[in-house]
C-alpha cells in the first residue's frame, strides 16, 4: 500500500472515530457521557481516587 494511501485511510478512520464518539455521547446522555470520557483524559489517570468514595 502506498503512503499516500495509508496516510488517507489514517484520517477517515480518525475522523470517523470522532464523530462516532461524539453521537455516542449524544445517545447516552450527558452526565454518562462526561464520567466516561473523564475516563480518558490523560490529567486523570495518575490521580488519586476521591476519599469520600473510598469510605463509603
Known amino acids: ?3 499516500k ?3 488517507t485511510l489514517s ?3 480518525l475522523i470517523i ?3 462516532m464518539f461524539w453521537v455516542g455521547g449524544i445517545l447516552v446522555g ?3 457521557f462526561v464520567k ?3 475516563y480518558f ?3 486523570n489517570w495518575f490521580k488519586k481516587g476521591d476519599k469520600n468514595k473510598e469510605s463509603q
Open 11 to 13: 484520517t477517515i478512520s
Open 30 to 32: 450527558k452526565e454518562l
Open 36 to 38: 466516561y470520557k473523564s
Open 41 to 43: 483524559n490523560p490529567k
Open 1 to 3: 500500500m502506498e503512503a
Open 17 to 19: 472515530g470522532e464523530v
Open 5 to 7: 494511501s495509508k496516510i
